[in-house]
């Protein structure tokens, strides 16, 4: 499986965004996962409140609450079978 990370770079989530992006950058780097993961930057996924916030596809999960702390968790859960991190999607969206 090969995913793509979405890092929304929307008025809300924007400013954290690089930060976050070199996290994610750096998680897969140390994991080795840069084969399976692909980082892309994503417009406003409507859910600006909760943010900072990412999508992973395929399979549309949303992460709400970001933090740099949290990235590593989900680049190995990922790259474990990809079973993105459910306590972290949202499933009205
Ligand atoms: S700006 Fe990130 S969800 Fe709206």
Do not use: K, W
Request: glycine content about 14%; aromatic content about 4%.
């Amino acid at each position: 499986m090969h995913y793509r990370v979405y890092i929304c770079t929307g008025p809300h989530c924007g400013p954290q965004a690089a930060a976050l992006e070199r996290a994610f950058e750096q998680a897969i780097a140390a994991t080795g996962l840069d084969e399976q993961i692909t980082l892309r930057q994503g417009g406003c996924m409507s859910r600006c409140e909760q943010g900072p916030n990412a999508m992973v596809h395929p399979g549309g999960a949303a992460y709400t609450g970001l933090s740099a702390a949290s990235v590593p968790t989900i680049i190995s859960q990922l790259g474990q079978g990809g079973h993105p991190l459910h306590s972290h999607t949202d499933s009205q969206g």
